[in-house]
């Protein structure tokens, strides 16, 4: 697939997730086989004011390029002084979020509440896409309470924008309910940049049904890949028609120990505890024995005590059930 003038591998990216998607996590998602990863949303005027907690989520390494930034803020002089910067530092791509439903950030006028404001929106994005030195990505959603995607359009159709990704959600919905896949076909036909389908996708076949139903050019999978990292590589071999070698129990356990050995070098060991044990949560999603593992992993005090914990589970969770 061809995004904002990157070739990616497959259709298949990794959504924006703040407080999840993180340099250790994103590693995996791109050993998973994400053909792109993003950052965590960044604030724009944080950014310009070079406020260290602001810098920690833009950090990347050679190996996870091309990296998407995202930003999010409402005002264009700072946006666009945060997507200078952002060219300067060398991502692959800039993201502006114009989805986000917190009170927080659509208090600032930003996130979702962009989509209520077209004129401010389209200075946003261009300021974005002049820092940046060429066009940008945007996320939206479907629009406040309903599906309002036909005046979204009127004024993003010219905006300097390399494509669209939509979760196909209402802001009102947050992250529940049903994500309308008919909209991000409608929108495939409206838009004339690559549209990115993004919402209820929860296994590789969900992947490319969305492919196949919307015709949209890629698919964005945020939460699926929280417990299963290897969704895009299995939802790849899927459409590719090949058969896909499920990862070991060793690989899996290798995975954790390299996030857990980046967090430690990146972080500190105490902010890589937090890291890690919220890595094992969600890789041990779902599994018999989780609820156990977390009250046991709460009780670690250092980071090898923590893995070891983690391998056990992973090899034999029903030891930790009694
Ligand atoms: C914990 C969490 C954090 C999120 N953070 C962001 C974010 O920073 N930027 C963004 O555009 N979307 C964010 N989202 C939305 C996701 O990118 C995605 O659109 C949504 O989760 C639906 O996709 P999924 O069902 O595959 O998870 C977040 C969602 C969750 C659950």
């Known amino acids: 697939m061809l995004l904002a003038g990157l070739e990616l591998i497959s259709p298949f990216v990794a959504a924006p997730l703040a407080g999840v998607s993180n340099l250790p996590f994103r590693l995996t998602l791109k050993k998973g ?3 792109l990863v993003y950052s965590e949303m960044i604030s724009s005027a944080g950014l310009i004011r070079q406020q260290p907690q602001t810098l920690r989520l833009t950090r990347t390494l050679e190996e996870e ?3 998407a930034l995202q930003l999010f803020g409402a005002d264009p002089a700072a946006m666009g002084k945060a997507a200078a ?16 439903p917190v009170r927080k950030v659509r208090r600032q006028g930003a ?23 060429q066009a940008v990505t945007v996320k939206i959603r479907l629009g406040y309470k309903h599906n309002d995607l036909e005046r979204i359009m009127s004024f ?12 196909a959600r209402t802001v009102a919905q947050g992250y529940g309910g049903r994500a309308c896949w008919p909209a991000i076909a409608w929108l495939k036909k409206r838009a004339a940049v690559p549209v990115v389908g993004n919402g209820d996708v929860k296994s590789a076949d969900d992947a490319v049904a969305m492919l196949a139903q919307t015709g949209c050019d890629g698919v964005m999978i945020g939460r699926a890949a929280l417990a299963d990292p290897y969704i895009f590589a299995r939802a790849r071999a899927l459409r590719e028609g090949h058969a896909f070698p499920e990862p070991s129990l060793e690989e899996i356990r290798l995975d954790l120990h390299a996030q857990a050995s980046l967090a430690l070098r990146l972080d500190g060991p105490g902010l890589a505890l937090h890291l890690v044990r919220q890595f094992i949560m969600w890789r041990g999603g779902g599994k018999p024995g989780i609820g156990a593992l977390r009250r ?16 056990n589970f992973f090899y034999a969770p029903e030891k930790l059930c009694a």
């Not at 996130?111 to 946003?124: E, F, H, I, M």
């Not at 993003?156 to 669209?164: M, S, V």
């Not at 046991?296 to 983690?310: F, I, N, Q, T, V």
């Open 65 to 67: 390029a091309p990296l």
């Open 111 to 133: 996130g979702s509440a962009l989509l209520d404001t077209p004129d401010l929106a389209r200075q946003v994005l261009e300021a974005a896409a002049q820092g940046f030195g």
């Open 156 to 167: 993003l159709e010219d905006a300097p924008l390399a494509a669209i990704c939509l979760h």
């Open 85 to 100: 910067w952002a060219r300067k530092r060398g991502y692959g791509l800039l993201d502006i979020n114009m989805g986000c």
């Open 296 to 311: 046991r992993a709460g009780m670690c005090k250092d980071l090898s005590e923590l893995l070891r914990l983690a391998d």
């Open 33 to 35: 086989g994400a053909s």
